[in-house]
């Protein structure tokens, strides 16, 4: 694709003008060199990255940033860089840490906590092999903690049937919620443009879309156009999408730590990832947070209540039990559910769309993009814009032919 300067950008713009519908004196106001819809950790950040990049960016969302709808409007998500044999992610991680740590500074917001992961392992398998190796070769800060290490080190943990923890000291917990609204705010004090707003699925014939339709009323027209919408990519292009990601609900919880003991509360205790589970210590006075895995029922992010299920609470009551007995009896303060937006591969997809040049979509997050958010935002600005710097990612982030299977959509929902 030729680079596409702030000129080229202008000079695609079909219809000139966007209306705010504020009032009916209200002048026209130029168009946007690029629409991108979605403010969340994919959106959010690819048009920070436009906007910095020098083009003029109206940023479209629904709910607005950080959302409780949103698969980036919870409380906190991860950071690590242990992710087996792949590499690409690893070495994003570790890109995505330095700009979190430098816009933390830029933004005047404590967005990060380095907490530390304990990967916690009956035994060597394949994957924790490829992520030692992979630590190696990147020279990542990494520890093997035996058994009873483990039990010394941290004795709130009970490690019966772990023989040893891979700990990696610099991964850390991120303040997702205020995350997507700083962004937004500072793209809005750099000159962006955020417009709450539903947009419509597009629509038309030719190879370059001209404009984009607001549920309510209105259009907005631009030279090109992001669609970085998440779990609602499927809606908006369900032929093409519709069976390419799956979404499926995520059930966390927020427990209760003993009055007067601090032992749950960070620093005292790391991130960490048992067989079917994860959790974060208690960051914010947020309370213990513990998430079981392993369950796949499809959510509508705009229809489903967001309520918790009682068997997944029945779950993280008996793991509680096994793990961390001394919070067993400790209340429920609060429980959370969100969704993640999976693709066939559980690769990001970034891909312009293959009917109009001037479309491109950013999502496949995959329950591991919100970490990427700084790094993916800057690979989207840039392949939209002209200035691909890594060609060699095009075959990994392009949609793949093989889909889910139409069962995993339909049917009785069960756990």
């Not at 392992?121 to 020279?139: C, H, Y």
């Not at 006075?285 to 998430?291: M, N």
């Amino acid at each position: 694709m030729a680079r596409l300067s702030r000129r080229s950008f202008l000079q695609t713009a079909a219809a000139g003008a966007v209306v705010v519908p504020l009032a009916r004196t209200q002048p026209a106001q130029p168009s946007p060199d690029v629409v991108v819809v979605g403010a969340g950790a994919f959106g959010g950040w690819t048009a920070l990255h436009l906007r910095e990049m020098g083009h003029a960016v109206t940023l479209v969302d629904a709910y607005g940033p950080g959302n409780g709808r949103a698969a980036s409007g919870g409380e906190t998500r991860q950071i690590r860089v242990g992710y087996g044999d792949q590499e690409l992610y690893s070495r994003w991680a570790i890109r995505a840490l330095g700009k979190w740590k430098a816009r933390e500074q830029e933004f005047g917001e404590r967005l990060l906590f380095r907490t530390g992961r304990l990967q916690l392992a009956s035994g060597w398998t394949e994957e924790l092999r490829a992520t030692a190796r992979v630590f190696e070769k990147l020279g990542v800060e990494s520890e093997v903690i035996p058994h009873d290490e483990l039990g010394k080190r941290y004795p709130q943990m009970r490690p019966e049937g772990i023989e040893f923890a891979l700990f990696e000291p610099g991964a850390g917990v991120l303040r997702a919620r205020l995350s997507m609204q700083v962004v937004a705010e500072w793209f809005g004090k750099k000159g962006g443009t955020l417009r709450i707003a539903r947009a419509e699925p597009p629509t038309g014939t030719g190879s370059t879309l001209d404009r984009i339709l607001l549920a309510r009323g209105g259009s907005l027209s631009a030279g090109a156009y992001v669609f970085a919408c998440g779990p609602w990519l499927p809606k908006v292009f369900p032929e093409l999408l519709g069976r390419k990601i799956f979404t499926p609900r995520r059930d966390t919880f927020f427990f209760g730590t003993p009055s007067g003991d601090d032992r749950f509360d960070y620093p005292n205790l790391p991130n960490f990832d048992d067989t079917g589970y994860y959790g974060f210590p208690n960051i914010d006075s947020r309370g213990f947070k513990l998430c079981p895995m392993g369950e796949r029922v499809a959510f509508d992010p705009d229809l489903d209540e967001r309520v918790h299920n009682a068997y997944l609470l029945t779950r993280a009551r008996a793991f509680l039990a096994r793990r961390f007995p001394d919070l067993e009896r400790q209340p429920l303060l609060e429980s959370r559910v969100c969704q993640t937006e999976m693709s066939v591969d559980e690769n990001f997809i970034v891909q312009k769309h293959p009917q109009w040049d001037n479309v491109w979509i950013a999502g496949g997050g995959s329950g591991h993009g919100f970490k990427h958010g700084p790094v993916v935002g800057e690979y989207v600005a840039r392949r939209a814009s002209g200035e691909d710097e890594e060609p060699e990612l095009e075959a990994i982030f392009r949609i793949k032919p093989e889909a889910f299977d139409e069962s995993i959509f339909s049917g009785e929902r069960r756990y």
